[in-house]
């Protein structure tokens, strides 16, 4: 499986910004799809997960303003932020797994992207 994140960048407080992931030669038929950050000086924390049946989890410093989307035909997870803070500049990750307990919980995932820098100033 390789995962391939597209779409971080520069942005200015307030902005907006959309997250792309595409999962190549994924093979389960149930699955499950998140993403993580890290920023500067932190651990990597869970942001936002989603299984292919539509639950959605959120860490509680996005809710209303990140949405997770996830397209099991094309094996793609999307991320749009809104309301950017220079809080929320890290690198993102996304990570998928075959079947996910808790979709936040960075063990469950056994794949991983290489990650795609989101600098909010």
């Known amino acids: 499986v390789q995962l391939v994140e597209s779409g971080g960048g520069s942005v200015q407080a307030g902005g907006t910004l959309r997250l792309s992931c595409e999962a190549l030669?994924?093979?389960?038929?149930?699955?499950?799809m998140a993403w993580f950050r890290q920023s500067p000086g932190k651990n990597r924390e869970a942001v936002a997960g989603?299984?292919?049946?539509?639950?959605?989890a959120y860490a509680d410093s996005v809710k209303g303003r990140f949405t997770i989307g996830y397209d099991s035909e094309m094996n793609m997870a999307t991320l749009d932020m809104r309301d950017l803070t220079p809080e929320d500049t890290g690198v993102y990750y996304c990570?998928?797994?075959?079947?996910?307990?808790?979709?936040?919980?960075?063990?469950?995932?056994?794949?991983w992207g290489q990650g795609t820098q989101v600098t909010v100033s």
């Open positions: 990570a998928a797994e075959g079947y996910c307990r808790s979709l936040l919980l960075s063990a469950e995932y056994n794949f």
């Open positions: 030669r994924y093979e389960y038929s149930n699955y499950c």
């Open positions: 989603s299984d292919r049946y539509g639950a959605t």
